[in-house]
Nanobody
């Protein structure tokens, strides 16, 4: 399974962005998919995840109410809509996937990772 993240860029505080993560491999369309981020000098942290159908979504407290994860299994793509961006949201955002994930915020449970896309938020 290969993941390709895109959509990052430079925005101002309060702006919105939508990240995309396209996956290869037909069976991966039903994998658990998640987004993590890593700011400079910090550990990679959980942002959001969705189950195989998109019926269940999970968010970190820091993004709940501002970010929305969604997926299109026909396109084998997962999205992260980010609204009301703050300077503290600036990071490299990574998509991740695995067939089975018991604890969505645990990055060790994801076997497949994209290359990351940089989000910069100016104040």
């Amino acid at each position: 399974v290969q993941l390709q993240a895109s959509g990052g860029g430079l925005v101002q505080a309060g702006d919105s962005l939508r990240l995309s993560c396209a996956a290869s491999g037909r069976t991966s369309s039903t994998y658990v998919k998640g987004w993590f981020r890593q700011a400079a000098g910090k550990e990679r942290e959980f942002v959001a995840a969705t189950n195989w159908s998109g019926s269940n979504t999970y968010y970190s407290d820091s993004v709940k109410g501002r970010f929305t994860i969604s997926r299109d299994n026909a396109k084998n793509t997962v999205y992260l809509r980010m609204n009301s961006l703050k300077p503290e949201d600036a990071a490299v955002y990574y998509c991740a996937a695995n067939r089975y994930v018991n604890t969505v915020h645990d990055r060790s449970q994801y076997a497949y990772w994209g290359q990351g896309t940089l989000v910069t938020v100016s104040s």
